[in-house]
């Protein structure tokens, strides 16, 4: 059986080796980070992050015609809805499973398409 003494010592050892290791890591990393263009290259990517989103802005009139779009789909749904629970109501149609389907649908529509007015058009 290996005894308490051994373990405790050969714990110390690895414990001593790797605090040292990691001791010089940060002292290398330091070194490293002053040498070189960090400034210029660290610009050059900004520059080119907003050019990539210039290039990726939706104008106001295709947001108009997106949040548009989500509403006729969504007016559309709901008619759909109503129209199976009416039919399910009024004339006992056994279009349950249909009927919640398309609420469900136009809940998440309409989810979505609040979010996306929030979003698009909440600071005018």
Known sequence: MISRTLILRFVAIILAVLLSTFGLLPAYAEEASQSGDSAQILQAFNLQHRNDERDK???P???QQI???LGVVLITLVLITGGLGVA?????KPVFVAHMVFAGL??????VHAIVGLVWFYPF
């Open 106 to 111: 136009s809940v998440s529509l309409a989810i």
């Open 88 to 92: 399910m109501g009024l004339y006992g």
């Open 61 to 63: 009139k295709e947001k």
């Open 67 to 69: 949040m548009f779009l």
């Open 57 to 59: 802005a939706i104008s």
